[in-house]
C-alpha cells in the first residue's frame, strides 16, 4: 500500500516537473519579438479578456438568478407558513365546537399554538376540524 503511494507521488511531482519545463520552453520559443507575434499577442490578449468579461457577467448573472430564487422560495415559504387557520375542537360533553385561530407553522400533531399566544393540547378524546388547510 505504501508502494502504490510513493509511486503515484512521484509521478505526480514528475508530471508537475514536465510540465513547468514545457511551459518555461514555450515562454522562451516566444521570447523574439516582432511586429507580427506582439499583434498575434495583442489579439490573443484582447480575446482573454473579452471571454474573461464574458465569464465574470455570466457569473454575475447567475448570482443574481440564484439569490433572487432563494428569496422568492423563502417569502413563498413564510407566506404559506403565515395562512390563519381556524381550528374547531369537538368535545364529548358540549353540543358547539371551540373555535381557535392559528397560524399554519405553529400547528403541530397533537398540539397548537393560537395567534394571541395560547398553548392548546388536545385531548385523546377531541376530535380537531382544520378548516382552511388546503392539503
Do not use: C
Given at each position: 500500500?505504501?508502494s ?76 404559506d407558513?403565515?395562512i ?24 403541530e ?27
Amino acid at each position: 500500500m505504501l508502494s502504490k503511494l510513493l509511486l503515484t507521488t512521484v509521478v505526480i511531482i514528475g508530471a508537475f516537473f514536465v510540465l513547468r519545463q514545457r511551459h518555461i520552453q514555450s515562454e522562451n520559443a516566444a521570447a523574439p519579438k516582432s511586429i507580427t507575434v506582439d499583434k498575434d499577442r495583442e489579439k490573443i490578449s484582447s480575446g482573454k479578456d473579452e471571454l474573461a468579461a464574458d465569464l465574470r457577467v455570466g457569473a454575475y448573472i447567475f448570482l443574481v438568478l440564484m439569490v433572487g430564487l432563494g428569496a422568492s422560495l423563502y417569502y413563498f415559504d413564510w407566506q404559506d407558513d403565515h395562512i390563519v387557520l381556524t381550528i374547531n375542537l369537538h368535545r364529548d360533553n358540549q353540543s358547539a365546537p371551540v373555535s381557535y385561530e392559528v397560524y399554519k407553522y405553529q400547528l403541530e400533531e397533537r398540539s397548537f399554538v393560537t395567534i394571541d399566544g395560547r398553548s392548546i393540547a388536545v385531548a385523546s378524546n377531541e376530535r380537531m376540524e382544520i378548516i382552511g388547510l388546503d392539503n
